[in-house]
């Protein structure tokens, strides 16, 4: 991978890895999701709501230590469906493909939970492109599980745009 001002790594093995996060990943975690939160991208969460993304969450791993981004798998119940959350990676990796598998890894996950499809919400025109360039469709809310709604904040509510991605290979 290259980035500005950083010269370039050249592995045998891939330099990057996506794995559930453990207790020990936490504390680097949590505080990607608070500047992802400083920076407009990620919704607040309550301290509750938080220790549950993490504990749904994994991460992108440089050289298997150092986190380089988050994202979370939240099932949604009944509709069989499931959340990507918190999804957010240092701008430095940008370019790099951490969102990409990020991504990936959490519709793997989805698929062996035999979620039908995943979704996820932004407000962010970038992040918007980015989910269309991995295989999901604009979604219009009617489309998202009403539980995501539930206490969501009118005002962002209506700058929300939503993305969904079928899952293939999922038993009916």
Known sequence: ???AGYGTLFTRDR????RRLGIDD???AYDLVQRGLEEGYLVARSAEEVDTVLASGFGAFVEGRHLAGIGALLPGGEERSGEIAALYTLTRFLGEGVGGSLVSFACSRASELGLSHVYACTTSDRV???FARNGFRAAGQEEIPEAKWRSYDPERRSRVRCFLRELKGVPE
């Open 1 to 3: 991978f290259t980035y």
């Open 128 to 130: 918007g492109a980015f």
């Open 15 to 18: 330099y990057m890895s996506v």
């Open 26 to 28: 936490f504390d680097a």
